[in-house]
């Protein structure tokens, strides 16, 4: 077994397989709510980097307990009374692990619940899909803890529901659940109370058929044309899909479709 995929290398981490190159990574720290100290980042980083390489199609990203993530560890925060030096250096850290995870061409699906706050939104806003139930909850209190968002909150939230309501929920510390979290765009899909998890297991299998290159560059690619010009996007976009519309493994794909044999694109029922 890769290293990166043993699970016997990580504490913070419940590291699973199932079929498919389909691996659920689960934080693992139910009684401190999964908050996120240093060594749940460094496994983190251990995971993310090394999963295209070691085979993972698909992760699906889940918690221990009744919340999905609590944010920073502000405990351990509070004792190591850090300099800004060092936590310019943790919050790099956190970058690097987030960065690995929606950059890295390996789809992450996040199954959400309960709380999912500061940190713990940073973390989820870095999955691909964000699975909720009416019961999961987003907020950023760090504007109340007297601290800011280090962990690419300003980047991703504002991504996704704009920037001045992201301003808004780290003033006021608002929070947002339910179909009104999905229409803001925090998350994607909502499930029936405590359905999360399957929901986010049938999506992660669904898309771990597809194939790998293609995933890649949906779940990279997409990302870094994001973050340049029209034209530069525009001339990047052409030079992946040269690439990947052309892979070999595409070709029964294609002609299944030109044979009559591949499922048509039809409207929901
Ligand atoms: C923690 C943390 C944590 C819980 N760091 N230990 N994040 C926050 O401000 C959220 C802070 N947490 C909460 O608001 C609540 O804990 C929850 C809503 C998530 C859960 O409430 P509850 O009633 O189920 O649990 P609890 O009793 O508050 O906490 C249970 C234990 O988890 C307790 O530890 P214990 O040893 O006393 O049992 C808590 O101390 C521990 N715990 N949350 C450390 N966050 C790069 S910058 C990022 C900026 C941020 O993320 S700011 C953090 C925002």
Redesign the pocket.
Known sequence: MHDVVNPANYENLAISERENGLYVVTLNRP???N?LDIATIEELIRFFSGARLAGVKAVLLAAEG??FC??????EHWKADRSPDDFMHV?LR?HEAFNKMEYGGVPIIAALKG?V???GL?LASAAHVRVIDPGTYFAL??GQ?G?F???GATIRVSDMIGKYRMIDMILTGRVYQGQEAVDLGLAQYITEEGGSFDKAMEIAEKVAQNLPLTNFAICSAVSHLNNMSGMDAAYAEAVVAGVVNTQPAARARLEAFANKTAARVRPNS
């Not at 609590?70 to 405990?75: E, F, M």
């Open positions: 009684t401190k709510r908050a009744d919340h609590a944010g920073l560890d502000l405990v919050c956190w709380a706050v500061g940190g940073e209190p760090e803890r601290i968002t280090g962990g």
